[in-house]
């Protein structure tokens, strides 16, 4: 792993010193009782090592050295309980990882995908560990991907053990044994295929600029095969302004500050609906539903006994998606600010098997 994180330190550098100059703690006052190692890099180097330690596979050690390099930009503060917190960094960390991981020449996009999902999904076990349950969740996100399960065991018992803190230690099997009736249920699923019969949801995810729009309308359209396409962006371009705003960055300004998007919104809600009520073979969402909450809300208003769901994943590095907006901006086209796109890099939950049938993830390498 040696030469890794030279790599990384040289190459990256501006994140390797913005991960070691973000403490864990509020302040030296008022400490993270689950990281008394102090800054993100220590940590890092800590859960890396344990990487090396428990397996010889380097794509997973190179997963650990990236799972928390979204920290520093994902950084909070409650300032009344002088806490600090870093909501929505798996997410962030996978995006911003992607432009080291393909720069890797000697793994192919299969293992590339790996690792943008294992990274994705390094934090999941804490968001239910508290659930009563949590077996049957986990059941149902990881059915038919108990290797990839194992792996997200490993790399969890990697990260809670490469700190110091107020935290019960196990060692490796001991931690694999305590999900041993989740494993055991998981191999124990057959995948039996789709059921071709039914009708198509096609949920495209990502981030602006990922390439989600591009590849809506390059999809065939044809009498036999019709597709439904609805997009919020093509609503909030079609909306009257009674004159007040033409270009993308005019409406989404007007309808800001006009009602929040409310009206966008509610009209989206509509099509959506009347998709559903219609029984369309072929619908594309065409937007970010970056979060597992808005794909749900999506999904729920389809009878799945009726439509397959398909995610369509655009995993799209964050520095190619800072080059097409600035590119849009330059064309005067549909750009956001750097922030705004970082705030969506945090809402992103890598899709789990409990929302789809089948998944595809795109990438831009």
């Known amino acids: 792993m040696y030469d890794y994180i030279a790599k990384f ?16 703690s509020y302040d030296e ?49 409650k300032h009344d309980k002088k806490k600090k917190h870093f909501i929505g960094h798996e997410g962030m960390s996978a995006y911003l990882a992607l432009d080291y991981i393909n720069s890797l020449d000697e793994y192919d996009t299969a ?17 239910y560990k508290d659930s ?16 990839f399960f194992m792996q997200l065991l490993k790399l969890n018992w990697c990260d809670q053990n490469g700190r110091i803190g107020i935290h ?13 009736n989740v494993l055991d249920n998981i191999l124990k699923m057959n995948y039996r295929g789709i059921d071709e019969t039914k009708k198509n949801l096609v949920l495209l995810v990502g981030p602006p600029g990922s390439g989600k729009t591009t590849y809506a309308q390059n999809l065939v359209n044809t009498p036999e095969s019709p597709i439904t396409r609805i997009s919020r962006d093509n609503l909030l371009m079609t909306e009257n302004t009674f004159g007040y705003a033409e270009t993308y960055n005019e409406r989404w300004k007007y309808f800001q500050e006009l009602d929040g998007f409310k009206s966008i919104d509610a009209k989206l809600s509509k099509a959506i609906g009347a998709a559903s009520k219609d029984k369309k073979d072929n619908i594309v969402i065409d937007m970010t539903n970056m979060s597992t909450k808005s794909r749900r809300k999506i999904i729920g208003q389809f009878n799945r006994s009726v439509y397959n769901v398909h995610i369509k994943l655009f995993a799209t590095s964050y520095g190619t998606l800072l080059l097409r907006n600035a590119e849009r901006a330059l064309n005067e086209e549909k750009s956001i600010s750097n922030e705004v796109l970082l705030d969506m890099l945090k809402r992103f939950n890598y899709p789990t098997q409990d929302e789809f049938e089948t998944i595809e993830v795109i990438c831009s390498i």
């Open 132 to 147: 009563y349950q949590l077996e049957t969740k986990l059941i149902e996100m990881f059915k038919y991907d108990s290797e």
């Open 111 to 127: 293992d590339k995908k790996y690792m943008f999902k294992l990274i994705a999904l390094h934090g999941i076990l804490y968001k």
């Open 29 to 77: 006052n008022n400490l993270s009782s689950y990281h008394l190692e102090g800054d993100i890099w220590t940590h890092t180097m800590m859960v890396t090592r344990l990487a090396e330690m428990s397996s010889d596979d380097l794509k997973f050690q190179i997963s650990a050295l990236l799972h928390d390099i979204g920290k520093p930009a994902s950084a909070s503060f």
């Open 9 to 24: 330190m040289a190459e990256f550098n501006l994140i390797y010193k913005s991960m070691k100059a973000t403490e864990h």
């Open 168 to 180: 019960q230690k196990t060692n490796l099997v001991e931690h694999i044994e305590s999900y041993r």
